[in-house]
């Protein structure tokens, strides 16, 4: 059982922290090294509305196979340098761990069949929902919903899934309630107290199977979490500043997955893997204005300045008047990994990466604190925290002065509103104490079970 | 108090200790207690759904307001007769069968509440069955279904095609949303409204129920 600590950030030098290149690239068994100085499309595609039930399973494996060929046919033809293809597993594939599993096996069988047939190049991220919520989940650890996960992974490794990933939900409905409410302190327990516990034990296991059936354990996101923050910060439902900040606490979150020994890429929703980048060393996948078929966002550019693997979230198989909806995904994808390859080699990668994070950052608060130099001033402080707990107590705290401090200097706008949510949340934050069984204590107090059980965590 | 417009600027602000003083305020002056509700609390309500519509407002503001509204109807229920205070209506709502999200829903509950309506919220993952007997339980005038996944908005057809064999279609409205739905998904599967955000949502409840 892995339990890394990082004390210490992965990079002091500026000038070394750019897309592409990653201190602890992954060398795969076909060739491909992640982080070594390529940046690879990572393309994920999803089922256009269709139900998924026994019946209709056949032509649920047609849909994905007709997808991975375009995809693949389309790679070839764009000499890409290689790929990521990244399947999430929709509900019912994870609560009938057979239909992933068979799932896994249609896309590698195809991804497999071009490596032969072509030497295209491609690794397999399978990413089990995590299906550990709703009214029947009777616990975190036991019982169907965590045995259906746990087979789920183990069934898509032994398929041929080069690498393992999830997006745990562990605390997410104590962070929604935050997010509505924009209560750092919700935030703060659901990230730094609940989100970390359940990532340590979920990760063990992952990183466990992993081990056992040949594949590698990749990373989290915070997209139940912080995701949620910046979409309904960009439907102006809430502060900008309070996303921004919640942005950075999650990745202290994210990073656990690390910790227990995941070894990367890191997912490409999660826009925090940059800290987890700056801190561990570990590759990133990374998405931007390539998403937006999937959501909107306001760092278009600004998040492929460290990107190692470039994706779209998601698409569905849906006819668009260039082609198939994923596979003109997979071509901008490979268009821009194109240029960022091309301005490696030139050795303008420094200059390029300045343009992306100059062309957002100052727009927006969620992409100013994406900014290479701000996420390494701010991964500084935060490894300075012992626990999880402090660390993201201190992200908070160093970015709300960050953002005070951007926004004073005119290095990023903020209406007269969002500034004052940096005095509502600091003044929240403020209240916190530092012990955090006080803390644990307290917040159990505030919640009810139906929103958040400690037992069902084992934390009571 | 001789009008009600600094209670409903206290709602408005979102204060529950200012809006508790006026209420208790206004009833000590003796003044009609429906009309501090509908007057002087309701009335601050619905300017903050309008600012909110506009993004005027964020929503935890919005939540707070309701919250002071709710403080200030409490004072005045125990002076009101049986009956004399209706909801404006009581609306299921659920994601459906097979889906786990649920935040936009959520949010949907919240706004309809601070709205005046009863919600009654099913939470995730729930069944055609499950909807229909909320529906007949709590006599329900708005089915309320969202969907976040394009291989779950089908369930929200079949939930339909679901109150229709148990007789019920036409007893309730219903309302769709979540990101892959559309106005012509709505049609296309019989349903009474679409709404894209909470806000519209809102609005769109109150339309359907006049």
Redesign the interface.
Known sequence: MNNLVFKDVCYTNLDEFVFGVAKKPIHCTNGMVIGGGTVYPEINF???????SEATMPKVKAQYEEMIHGVCAKAHELHVPGMLVEIEL???CTFNPQWGIEVTKVIKEVMMEYEAKFNLKSLLRMTP?D?R????LKHMYRGEHWDNLMETFRGCGEAGADFLAIESVGGKNLH?EA?????LLKALFALGVVGTHDMTILWDNIVKIAGQTNSLASGDTACGFAN?SMV?AN?????KVFAAVDRVMSAVRTLVAVERGAVGPDKDCGYEGVYLKAITGTPISMEGKSSACA?SSTVGNIAACLADCWSNESV?NVRLLGGMAPTISLENLAYDCRLMNVASSRGKAMDMRDMLAESDRQFDPQAYILDPSVVLKLSQKIVKGQTHFERTKIAASATIQELRDAHKNGAVLLED?EVRYLDIIEEQLNSVPNDKEEFLQAMIKTTTPDKFDPAKYDLI | MNNFEELSKAVIAGQEQKVKELTQLAINEGLDPLSIINDGLIQGMNVVGQRFKI?DM???EV?MCARAMSAGVELVKPLLLDGEIASKGTIVIGTVK???H??GK??VG?MLESSGYKVIDL???TTPAEFIAAIKENNAQILGLSAL???????MKETIEVLKEEGIRNDVKVLVGG??ISQT?ADEIGADGFAP??ASATELVGKLLN
């Open positions: 999803t089922l256009p509305p269709m139900l998924i929709l509900p019912p929902v299906i919520e709703g009214k029947k929604d997010v509505m409410n924009c209560d949620t309904m439907k102006n439902f809430i502060p959501h569905e509103r | 993004g964020f929503v935890p939540l097979g889906d786990l649920d935040i959520n949010l919240m939470g995730v993952d996944l394009t291989t779950t908005m089908l369930a990101a892959p998904f955000d909470a």
